[in-house]
């Protein structure tokens, strides 16, 4: 069993590895530790790794009889916002890889799916789908800044963490309403014919 250090090869992407020094010697292992930073975010529409920003790849590399077993870490810091609030959320991703890489005239190769087993092209294997997949499943679908963010104020839309406990506006249900104008249009009336009733005869009498 080998252990050794793969050469960082001038790569199309920075997910792509060389792996001809890995050999094909089952049982041969060689880390791979690099850092890459791609030109567009991966994650998802509220949080993601931003684009431009380190991605750390921590991973162990084995040749198996079909291809080669990738298994490690990948880690970056991610940027998103809050689905209720909108805040700003910072934090960070650390996910568990494993993926098999089948050799291109394995049986692997010859009796799977492109899409689900990755396959080896020219001593070449490309990890970008592979962390996309995995940090797009680890980060939450509805990240939040807190887990009872109280969101925003319907009607202002102010934070509602922000705002006093107290906040709300004054909403009468239309019908209320309209029933609140018959009230104060009648209330005069009301009262001064009550006032005259009520006055008319103790004086007369
Ligand atoms: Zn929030
Ligand atoms: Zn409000």
Same mark, same amino acid.
């Given at each position: 069993?080998?252990?050794?250090?793969?050469?960082?090869?001038?790569?199309?992407?920075?997910?792509?590895?060389?792996?001809?020094?890995?050999?094909?010697?089952?049982? *041969?292992?060689? &880390?791979?530790?690099?850092?890459?930073? =791609?030109?567009?975010?991966? +994650? @998802? $529409? /509220?949080?993601?790794? %931003?684009?431009?920003?380190?991605?750390?790849?921590?991973?162990?590399?084995?040749?198996?009889?079909?291809?080669?077993?990738?298994?490690?870490?990948?880690?970056?810091?991610?940027?998103?916002?809050?689905?209720?609030?909108?805040?700003?959320?910072?934090?960070?991703?650390?996910?568990?890889?494993?993926?098999?890489?089948?050799?291109?005239?394995?049986?692997?190769?010859?009796?799977?799916?492109?899409?689900?087993?990755?396959?080896? *092209?020219?001593? &070449?294997?490309?990890?970008?789908?592979? =962390?996309?997949?995995?940090? +797009? @499943? $680890? /980060?939450?679908?509805? %990240?939040?800044?807190?887990?009872?963010?109280?969101?925003?104020?319907?009607?202002?839309?102010?934070?509602?963490?922000?705002?006093?406990?107290?906040?709300?506006?004054?909403?009468?249900?239309?019908?209320?309403?309209?029933?609140?104008?018959?009230?104060?249009?009648?209330?005069?009336?009301?009262?001064?014919?009550?006032?005259?009733?009520?006055?008319?005869?103790?004086?007369?009498?």
């Amino acid at each position: 069993m080998s252990d050794q250090r793969l050469r960082t090869h001038s790569a199309v992407t920075p997910f792509v590895l060389d792996i001809r020094s890995l050999g094909r010697r089952a049982g *041969s292992m060689a &880390q791979v530790h690099r850092t890459v930073s =791609v030109d567009r975010s991966i +994650g @998802l $529409d /509220l949080i993601a790794i %931003p684009s431009d920003s380190d991605i750390d790849l921590d991973l162990r590399l084995e040749a198996v009889a079909e291809g080669v077993l990738v298994t490690g870490t990948v880690s970056g810091d991610t940027a998103g916002q809050c689905a209720r609030c909108l805040e700003p959320l910072g934090g960070t991703v650390n996910v568990f890889l494993t993926e098999l890489f089948a050799y291109p005239d394995s049986v692997t190769d010859q009796t799977t799916d492109a899409d689900d087993i990755h396959r080896i *092209s020219d001593d &070449q294997l490309d990890l970008e789908q592979a =962390v996309i997949d995995a940090v +797009g @499943l $680890d /980060l939450p679908m509805v %990240p939040l800044c807190r887990d009872d963010c109280r969101g925003l104020c319907p009607d202002c839309g102010v934070r509602l963490d922000n705002a006093d406990p107290e906040h709300h506006h004054e909403k009468i249900d239309p019908r209320w309403a309209a029933l609140q104008d018959l009230v104060t249009d009648g209330d005069p009336a009301t009262d001064g014919d009550a006032a005259a009733t009520d006055t008319g005869p103790d004086t007369s009498r």
